[in-house]
């Protein structure tokens, strides 16, 4: 059914989702909560940035990627310069398109969760002397719950389906850079529609599994509520 170089993508596809989804929810829900109490004024430049990746071609944020984590890039001269290697067609630089790429599907949801919860419950526990870490993590995390499901599910499933950015900086390397999405593509162009049909069918249940959780869920979380 499936090959070694198959389950090796597979492998290296939950890896990389894995791991890009827990650096895009460290690092996104503190930027999501600031995108959502601050009132700065040009706060959109940076919901523009964020939300790039949903319009822009994979194949230019991939191509914009590889400059900056070749030898010649910034990135990979920082790499260099530490004693290490050039970022491009390497797994830490998956990781780091993967992040970049998958970036708004785990901020938006956060940050519509925190905005949802408003002034009203914080203030409250001000009231009561909670201190703003406190605040934060006894009161905003909790009612952000399904926030945080959608957006670790939307993480985690778009960083498996990953195409365009994943071929542009790590090429096609068995083992190492291949993921599942190249995986099928390679048995697309070598006319090998069994083991395609195998891998696509795989995503596309797991895929669809996913999404029904977080609807479950996110409905349950709805019951729930007073």
């Not at 999405?181 to 070598?190: G, L, N, R, T, W």
Request: proline content about 7%; hydrophobic content about 55%.
């Amino acid at each position: 059914m499936f090959s070694d170089a198959d389950l090796a993508a597979f492998a290296i596809t939950l890896k990389l989702a894995l791991i890009a989804t827990v650096v895009l929810l460290v690092f996104g829900t503190p930027l999501a909560w600031w995108l959502a109490r601050t009132r700065w004024r040009y706060k959109f430049v940076v919901e523009a940035l964020i939300a790039l990746p949903l319009v822009l071609p994979p194949t230019v944020l991939g191509f914009y990627l590889l400059i900056a984590l070749g030898p010649q890039g910034p990135l990979g001269k920082i790499a260099l310069a530490t004693g290490g290697r050039p970022l491009a067609f390497t797994f830490t630089g998956l990781v780091i398109g993967s992040v970049i790429y998958s970036l708004p599907f785990v901020i938006q949801p956060l940050q519509n969760a925190f905005t949802s919860i408003g002034r009203r419950p914080l203030e409250v526990a001000a009231t009561l002397r909670a201190a703003p870490m406190d605040r934060f993590f006894s009161v905003a995390i909790p009612l952000a719950r399904p926030g945080f499901l959608t957006a670790t599910v939307l993480g985690f499933a778009h960083t498996i389906g990953e195409f365009g950015v994943v071929l542009m900086i790590g090429g096609n390397i068995p083992g190492e850079t291949q993921v599942l999405s190249i995986a099928i593509y390679d048995h697309v162009e070598s006319l090998d529609y069994v083991h395609a049909h195998w891998l696509a069918a795989s995503l596309l249940i797991f895929s669809l599994a996913l999404l029904m959780l977080v609807y479950a869920c996110n409905r349950r979380f709805r019951l729930l509520l007073p």
